[in-house]
């Protein structure tokens, strides 16, 4: 399986498409600028900070082809991806995303000082879950745990067990370590992460996955917004995961905030296609009807 290699080969555009709005006059251009630029998340009022959900998938909902997401849509999902991170104060990962690709979560400079001027450190910060430290040295050593560009904090369950090599190796590399409450799955407790990470400042938070974290957010009511990036293919590999790779005690309500699409032209087959970016906000029934608002 492959993808098509969109975020090399389709140039960033200059306008984007506003389809739908549930406040704003639509549908309209919108300069690319102006994407995803001003979110405008509330201020946390129970405590934990706000948490958001993005995600990429194809038209099936693959969000992976060959265990990579970010093979998955254009330059514009890039831009996404960026645009929320410097909205927000810290990023939410999975080690299996870690483990999966290389990735990296440097702030291109522009980007940076967006985030600066609005009150921001310009140096982002990073949260690896772990349920155990237990990691081979290949996996500690990708960039996501040296890149020097940015601060990174690995949470982790407080009943281990756990390899004293992999302990050694995180703190001579300056990593800094937080325990908090296992979960009965084994995992770090999502409420307790948020918490550990409110007690440190940390007012909005986005998660990027991987699929089984993003469940567990979902599981413990803990997302407020999920941003889904649809890319215009499909590869229908049998194993590939979805964005939601485990029960989340559903249904869960996803309310249309936006829609913003790209429309470009596939370079090897001359074809248009539409790559979408819908954010929502995220309704749990229980809590509407118990409380009469959503959380």
Known sequence: ??????????????????????SEPFPRTIPIAEFYAHPGFPVPRDGLPYLVANMVMTQNGEAAVDGKAAVIGTRVDGLALTRLRVATDA?????????????????PEPEADRRAASGRPPRLLVVVLASRLSWTPEVLSRRLFTDPRFDRLIVTGDRGPD???????VEAQGIELVRVQTATDGRPAPTAVLQALGARGVRTVVTEGGPRVLAS??????????????????????????????????????????????????????????????RFRVVYPEASFSTGANP
């Open 217 to 278: 957010l979902f599981r413990a009511r803990l997302v407020h917004e999920y941003f889904l990036t649809t890319a215009p293919f499909v590869v229908g590999g049998s194993d590939a995961p979805r964005p939601l790779a485990a029960d989340v005690h559903g249904p869960v309500l996803l309310s249309r905030i936006s829609r913003i699409e790209h429309t470009f032209t596939d370079p090897t087959t001359g074809a248009v296609l539409v790559e979408a970016f819908d």
């Open 91 to 107: 990023v939410l990962t999975g080690v299996g995303t870690v483990t999966a690709e290389d990735v990296t979560a440097v702030l």
């Open 1 to 22: 399986m492959t993808a098509p290699g969109w975020k090399a080969a389709v140039p960033l555009p200059t306008h984007l498409q506003l389809a739908w709005h549930e």
């Open 163 to 169: 390899v004293p090599e992999v302990l050694r190796r």
